[in-house]
């Protein structure tokens, strides 16, 4: 259908596709629904780690046994978005195909490398998170195109995360935010991975900041300059807040972040 029909808008969730169209940001000549095709509803525990259909909705990801276990970083990043009525409705290729620069599935796949499947009628392509956004609220996805699937290689069992996030209210977009995943050998960091959320037009990793935590211990002057380097990205300037408080907020998250990833190794008790 989306081959046969020009200026044709998938409809997953609904629940950005459909404000936009009450608010007559985008006016389609034909809505495709997507919801009654099983096949792009599931969860796929891989080898390497999990694949999601692009209708998996926000809910289903967060709740999911093998998320949970394999992936708890996505788990808990989806309890920060919006209400529970969106996050039961609306789904992972909702939310990366609209690709708002603060949405946390973005900032959560970027942390775990993933691999987005995109399928036309006649071809399928895999594109690199880190190729995915384009610009402001643009995706890698050309004309005729969907995506069907998103797949995230686990870290090791035994892995550390932590995520933080600043929005006005509960349930708001972030104006910044972090997700991080440490690996630990004994006292040492062995891995990092720092994505950002909030501060530009897709999810942004922090590569100074996670070779700097490789192979070292942490300690909190540790923790404070890996967190520093986001003061590095320039920040989105909007009618929410500046790019310099962004750029600050985005350091504060980072440390937050790599903080609860520290504590929670140490079997500390988390701050709410
Ligand atoms: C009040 C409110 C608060 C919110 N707060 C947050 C928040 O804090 N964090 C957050 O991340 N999100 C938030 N959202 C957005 C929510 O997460 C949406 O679910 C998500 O952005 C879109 O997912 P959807 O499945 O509803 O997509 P839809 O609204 O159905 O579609 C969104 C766009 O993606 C396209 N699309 C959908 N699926 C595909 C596909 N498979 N392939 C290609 N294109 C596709 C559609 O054509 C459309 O352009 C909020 C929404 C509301 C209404």
Redesign the pocket.
């Known amino acids: 259908m989306l081959a046969e029909f020009e200026d044709a ?12 169209m009450n608010f007559r940001y ?1 006016m ?1 000549e034909h ?2 629904d ?1 919801n009654r095709i099983p096949e ?1 509803a599931q969860i796929e525990e891989t080898g390497e780690g999990i694949k999601f259909g ?2 998996v ?2 809910n289903q990801a967060k709740n999911s046994k093998g998320v949970v276990a394999r992936c708890p970083l996505i788990s808990h990043g989806l309890e ?4 529970i009525q ?2 039961n ?12 620069p ?5 900032g959560l796949l970027a942390a775990h490398d993933a691999v987005m499947h ?1 399928q036309s009628k006649g071809a399928n392509r895999d594109v690199p998170i880190a190729e995915w956004s384009l610009g402001y609220m643009t ?1 890698n ?1 050309e004309e005729g ?4 699937g998103v797949s995230v290689t686990a870290w090791p069992a035994g892995h550390s995360y932590g995520f933080a996030e600043l ?1 006005r209210r509960k ?4 104006l910044a935010g972090a997700a991080v995943l440490l690996n630990f050998a004994g006292d040492k960091i062995d891995r990092a991975a720092i994505a950002l959320i909030g501060v530009d037009t897709g999810p942004v990793r922090l590569p100074d900041a996670e070779s700097l935590l490789k192979d070292e211990c942490w300690s909190d002057a540790l923790l404070e300059e890996a967190a520093n380097k986001a003061s590095v990205v320039s920040g989105l300037d909007d009618v929410h807040a500046t790019a310099a408080y962004r750029q600050k907020i985005a350091v504060v998250m980072v440390r937050r972040a790599l903080e609860q990833a520290v504590a929670r190794y140490n079997g500390e008790a988390m701050a709410a």
Do not use: N, Y
């Open positions: 808008k998938i409809l997953a969730g609904g629940q950005s596709l459909m404000p936009m985008v389609p809505v495709i997507i792009i692009a209708m909705r926000h920060f978005v919006a209400h969106i996050r409705r609306g789904t992972i290729g909702g939310s990366v195909a609209h690709l708002d603060s949405a946390e599935w973005p995109v995706p996805i195109e969907m995506l069907t929005a349930g708001d977009f972030a």
